[in-house]
């Protein structure tokens, strides 16, 4: 069966890096894009972009350009998320999420269970 | 920032029907599939619903989806207390080329 497995819980100071990682099991990792969705304490979803797990492309939607970063390591069908800089607003549950198709589909089949990440001094 | 539009919260007693409307614009839901998501406490969001109307297997048919011009409708019909979760629409933004969610409703049985 599909899986998505995310890292542990984060507690990162104010300006410190974070990387969550996404591990994949139970289907061709390159056969579906991966999304990144975030929700802050209190508030909805919200999508952060996605990569291409064929060509390794990601894509971020406004508001997560420059300090999100996006990678993969094919080898262990693993997605991460990169924040650098961290701040206090950062504060969240980081989702990824497996579109239906690779490129995007646009239908977010499978999440995994989220990494809370919190940025506190 | 959510982009689509649903009511904060709704609510029904077991056996009722409830429906939650996802209200957007000709670039998000009017172009575009629908795509609804069930977020229960402590466990990864669900699709409930993708393109419109489409239940994934395994989902049971109390779940029913759909659309009309700019504004999508999620209906539960025999509302069960395992039913009490957080519900979010979905679409592609065609202007943001990007996908946008709900606002979210919290549906409680009462």
């Known amino acids: 069966q599909v899986q998505l497995v995310q890292s542990g819980s984060e507690l990162k100071k104010p300006g410190a890096s974070v990387k969550v990682s996404c591990k994949a099991s139970?289907?061709?990792?390159?056969?579906?894009?991966m999304n990144w969705v975030r929700q802050a304490p209190g508030q909805g979803l919200e999508w952060m972009g996605w990569?291409?797990?064929?060509?390794?492309?990601?894509a971020y939607a406004q508001g997560f350009t420059g300090r999100f970063v996006f990678s993969l390591d094919t080898s262990v069908s693993t997605a991460y998320l990169q924040i650098t800089s961290l701040k206090a607003e950062d504060t969240a549950v980081y989702y990824c999420?497996?579109?239906?198709?690779?490129?995007?589909?646009?239908?977010?089949?499978?999440w995994g269970l989220g990494t809370l990440v919190t940025v506190s001094s | 920032q959510s982009v689509l539009t649903q009511p904060p919260s709704a609510s029904g007693t077991p056996g009722q029907r409830v429906t939650i409307s996802c209200s957007g614009t000709t670039s998000n839901i009017g172009r575009n599939f629908v795509n609804w998501y069930q977020v229960l406490p402590g466990t990864a969001p669900k699709l409930l619903i993708f393109s419109n109307f489409q239940r994934p297997s395994g989902v049971p048919d109390r779940f029913s989806g759909s659309k009309s011009g700019t504004s999508a409708s999620l209906a539960i019909s025999g509302l069960q207390s395992e039913d009490e979760a957080d519900y979010y629409c979905g679409a592609w933004d065609d202007s943001l080329n990007g996908n946008v969610f709900g606002t979210g409703t919290k549906v409680t049985v009462l």
């Open positions: 999420a497996r579109d239906l198709g690779n490129p995007l589909a646009g239908i977010i089949d499978y």
């Open positions: 139970g289907y061709t990792f390159s056969r579906h894009a």
């Open positions: 990569i291409n797990t064929n060509t390794g492309n990601p």
